[in-house]
């Protein structure tokens, strides 16, 4: 049997804190598989493109993922596709899995690890770009650095006994524990940047140069085709998360910024041929994975720009999965099919 599993089901069984768990651990391992992931993306006589992530694997997971897209930027939402998740005993196919909900979820939350490992801790977060990946990376950033008052025993205590019934609210309906200035927010779409704001106690202001004088951590997640911040819109210090650079054309910094601050990526190969270093001559100072794994200290000091620059890969759409998968059969959420019936 292959059990459906759709947006709704999945924003009743993902739980923030158990996929930073898992993509944490993914990043750590990955670099020792033995079987590279491909991204594979072509353009389409419509207006749109199609891409497909395969395989996803990890050492500790006996199943694999295979992804496909549809991305049209002019649609509502603009991502669009499906994950097989695959025994690796004998490829029997365990689940058929909504991609836009998983692949914003593992975006998002992967992109917090990065901010989290990179950028000083506290002052003012700024957002350029408010649409579901920008989403999931606040709450997973409000995960990994709650308040002071959300550090001690007894709450952590009480926050995992109400965790399922959290996660089964949506993620549009919950605030995270910001206050009013510490989160600026820009969008071509100014009623999105305003719900932005609103969920979650910041302000929106003007445009992306206004973000990055107003924030010490920049988070951009935006389909733009031109850098929206160069090197002098920038200062000393902060540390830039640039999401929309995923495929070739799509940037988001100009390449003196690039040129100027410790670039980690996801990976090294792919950030080169289609993410953000692609065309600039700039090679990658680490990756990710080689900073969770203490190999790489990432920030060096207080006045190093940084940027962490993902392309994103396949295991992360299993490592995600895996955990929806998990929880879906333990709570007996979404529905069996028979295909081969």
Same mark, same amino acid.
């Given at each position: ?9 999945? !924003? ?12 944490? %651990? ?47 930027? *002019? ?15 004998? *490829?029997?196919? @365990? ?48 995960? @990994?650095?709650?308040?002071?008052? !959300?550090?001690?025993? $007894? ?35 100014? $009623?999105?940047?305003? %719900? ?9 202001? &003007?445009?992306?140069? %206004? ?8 988070? /951009?997640?935006?389909?733009?085709? $031109? ?9 000393? &210090? ?8 995923? !495929?070739?054309?799509?940037? %988001? ?18 950030? *080169? ?14 990756? @990710? ?23 994103? /890969? ?11 998968? &998990? ?15």
């Amino acid at each position: 049997m292959t059990l459906l599993l759709t947006r709704s089901d999945l !924003e009743a069984v993902l739980d923030p804190a158990a996929c930073l768990d898992a993509l944490r %651990e993914g990043f750590r391992a990955a670099d020792g598989g033995t079987v590279a992931g491909q991204r594979v993306r072509t353009d389409l006589p419509f207006p749109g493109t199609a891409t497909a992530l395969i395989p996803g694997l990890l050492p500790a997971i006996e199943a694999y993922t295979v992804k496909v897209n549809a991305k049209f930027p *002019g649609a509502r939402p603009a991502l669009r596709g499906v994950i097989c998740l695959h025994s690796g005993r004998d *490829g029997e196919l @365990l689940a058929l899995i909504d991609s836009a909900t998983v692949t914003a979820w593992r975006t998002g939350l992967a992109a917090a690890l990065g901010t989290h490992a990179l950028a000083g801790t506290g002052g003012v977060l700024g957002v350029i770009g408010a649409g579901a990946q920008a989403e999931l990376t606040v709450r997973g950033l409000a995960a @990994l650095r709650p308040p002071r008052s !959300e550090r001690s025993p $007894e709450f952590q205590r009480s926050q995992r006994s109400q965790r399922s019934l959290r996660s089964q609210r949506s993620l549009r309906s919950q605030r995270s524990p910001r206050s009013h200035g510490d989160l600026v927010v820009h969008d071509t779409d100014g $009623e999105r940047a305003a %719900e932005f704001a609103a969920r979650h106690g910041g302000r929106v202001v &003007g445009s992306a140069a %206004e973000v990055a004088a107003a924030a010490d951590t920049v988070l /951009l997640a935006t389909w733009s085709r $031109e850098p929206l911040l160069r090197l002098a819109d920038t200062r000393p &210090g902060q540390h830039f998360t640039s999401l929309g650079a995923d !495929e070739p054309g799509k940037r %988001e910094l100009g390449a003196d910024l690039l040129g100027a601050a410790s670039v980690i990526v996801d990976d090294r190969e792919l950030a *080169g041929a289609m993410g953000a270093l692609a065309g600039t001559g700039l090679t990658a100072d680490a990756t @990710l994975g080689e900073v969770l794994r203490g190999e790489h200290p990432g920030r060096r000091g207080t006045d190093d720009r940084t940027v962490y620059a993902p392309v994103g /890969l396949p295991w992360q759409d299993l490592a995600v999965a895996w955990v929806a998968y &998990g929880e879906a059969r333990r709570r007996g959420t979404g529905r069996a099919v028979d295909l081969l019936a």
